[in-house]
């Protein structure tokens, strides 16, 4: 069965640092994966998507998350964080192909950018 | 223009009462998703249909009872709301040969 493991429930990081949130991964199969980001009292919207073809994946407002398979990770990363980078974001795993497929998320991991 | 979109926003309810959440999609997409966040912000799927059917139901309380009139309408009737209902709900579509979802704006229930 397919899961989602986001390691770290906060992370806090100054502006303009680097930002990093983990995200491992479990799949039977080759997984699509997806970074989702919830403003406070907002929808999902989606930042990025893995879907086999490159490993480094690029997103909306600067982000990218490389697949690492040995590692099962997803990890997102951003070189320079923005105040306007806070908020709940989501790590989410597909097998998609089979009739019940879905999509199953992480926890969640609240980023907090520090002035 | 909105791709998914859900009725009502907020909602506001005594316990006890039915309520139903509307959402449609106009992406052309013939698999439709209610996902239910918590207060913890966790997010789980309820329901899928694919063109109508029902493909996923997820051991949710059978107080809760989608419908799905067309392959672009997804609703969710609850029946005698518990406080425990109180939640985000997410209305999601996508396309079977496609792999991304689409969610909707979510609708926020608060059961009091």
């Known amino acids: 069965a397919q899961s989602v493991t986001q390691l770290g429930s906060h992370v806090s990081v100054s502006e303009g640092a680097l930002v990093l949130l983990r995200c491992n991964y479990s799949?039977?199969?080759?997984?699509?994966l997806f970074w989702y980001v919830q403003y406070p009292n907002q929808g999902l919207q989606l930042l990025l998507k893995?879907?086999?073809?490159?490993?480094l994946v690029k997103g909306i407002n600067g982000f990218e998350a490389e697949f690492k398979k040995s590692e099962t990770s997803f990890h997102l990363t951003k070189p320079s964080a923005h105040m306007s980078d806070a908020a709940e974001y989501f790590c989410?795993?597909?097998?998609?192909?089979?009739?019940?497929?879905?999509?199953?998320f992480g926890k969640g991991t609240r980023l907090h950018i520090l002035p | 223009d909105t791709a998914v979109s859900q009725t009502p926003k907020y909602l506001v309810t005594q316990m006890g009462n039915d309520k139903s959440i509307k959402c449609e999609q106009n992406?052309?997409?013939?698999?439709m998703y209610w996902y239910k966040q918590d207060s913890k912000k966790f997010l789980k799927i309820m329901f899928s249909?694919?063109?109508?059917?029902?493909?996923i139901n997820e051991t949710v309380p059978n107080r809760f009872s989608p419908k799905s009139p067309d392959k672009a309408h997804l609703n969710l009737h609850i029946n005698s709301l518990e406080l425990g209902d109180s939640a985000v709900y997410f209305c999601?579509?996508?396309?079977?040969?496609?792999?991304?979802?689409?969610f909707g704006e979510g609708s926020w229930l608060t059961v009091v």
């Open positions: 999601a579509s996508r396309i079977r040969s496609g792999n991304t979802i689409y």
């Open positions: 799949s039977s199969v080759p997984p699509y």
């Open positions: 893995y879907t086999s073809a490159a490993t």
């Open positions: 989410a795993v597909s097998e998609f192909g089979n009739r019940d497929d879905k999509i199953i």
């Open positions: 992406l052309g997409h013939d698999t």
């Open positions: 249909y694919n063109n109508k059917e029902l493909i």
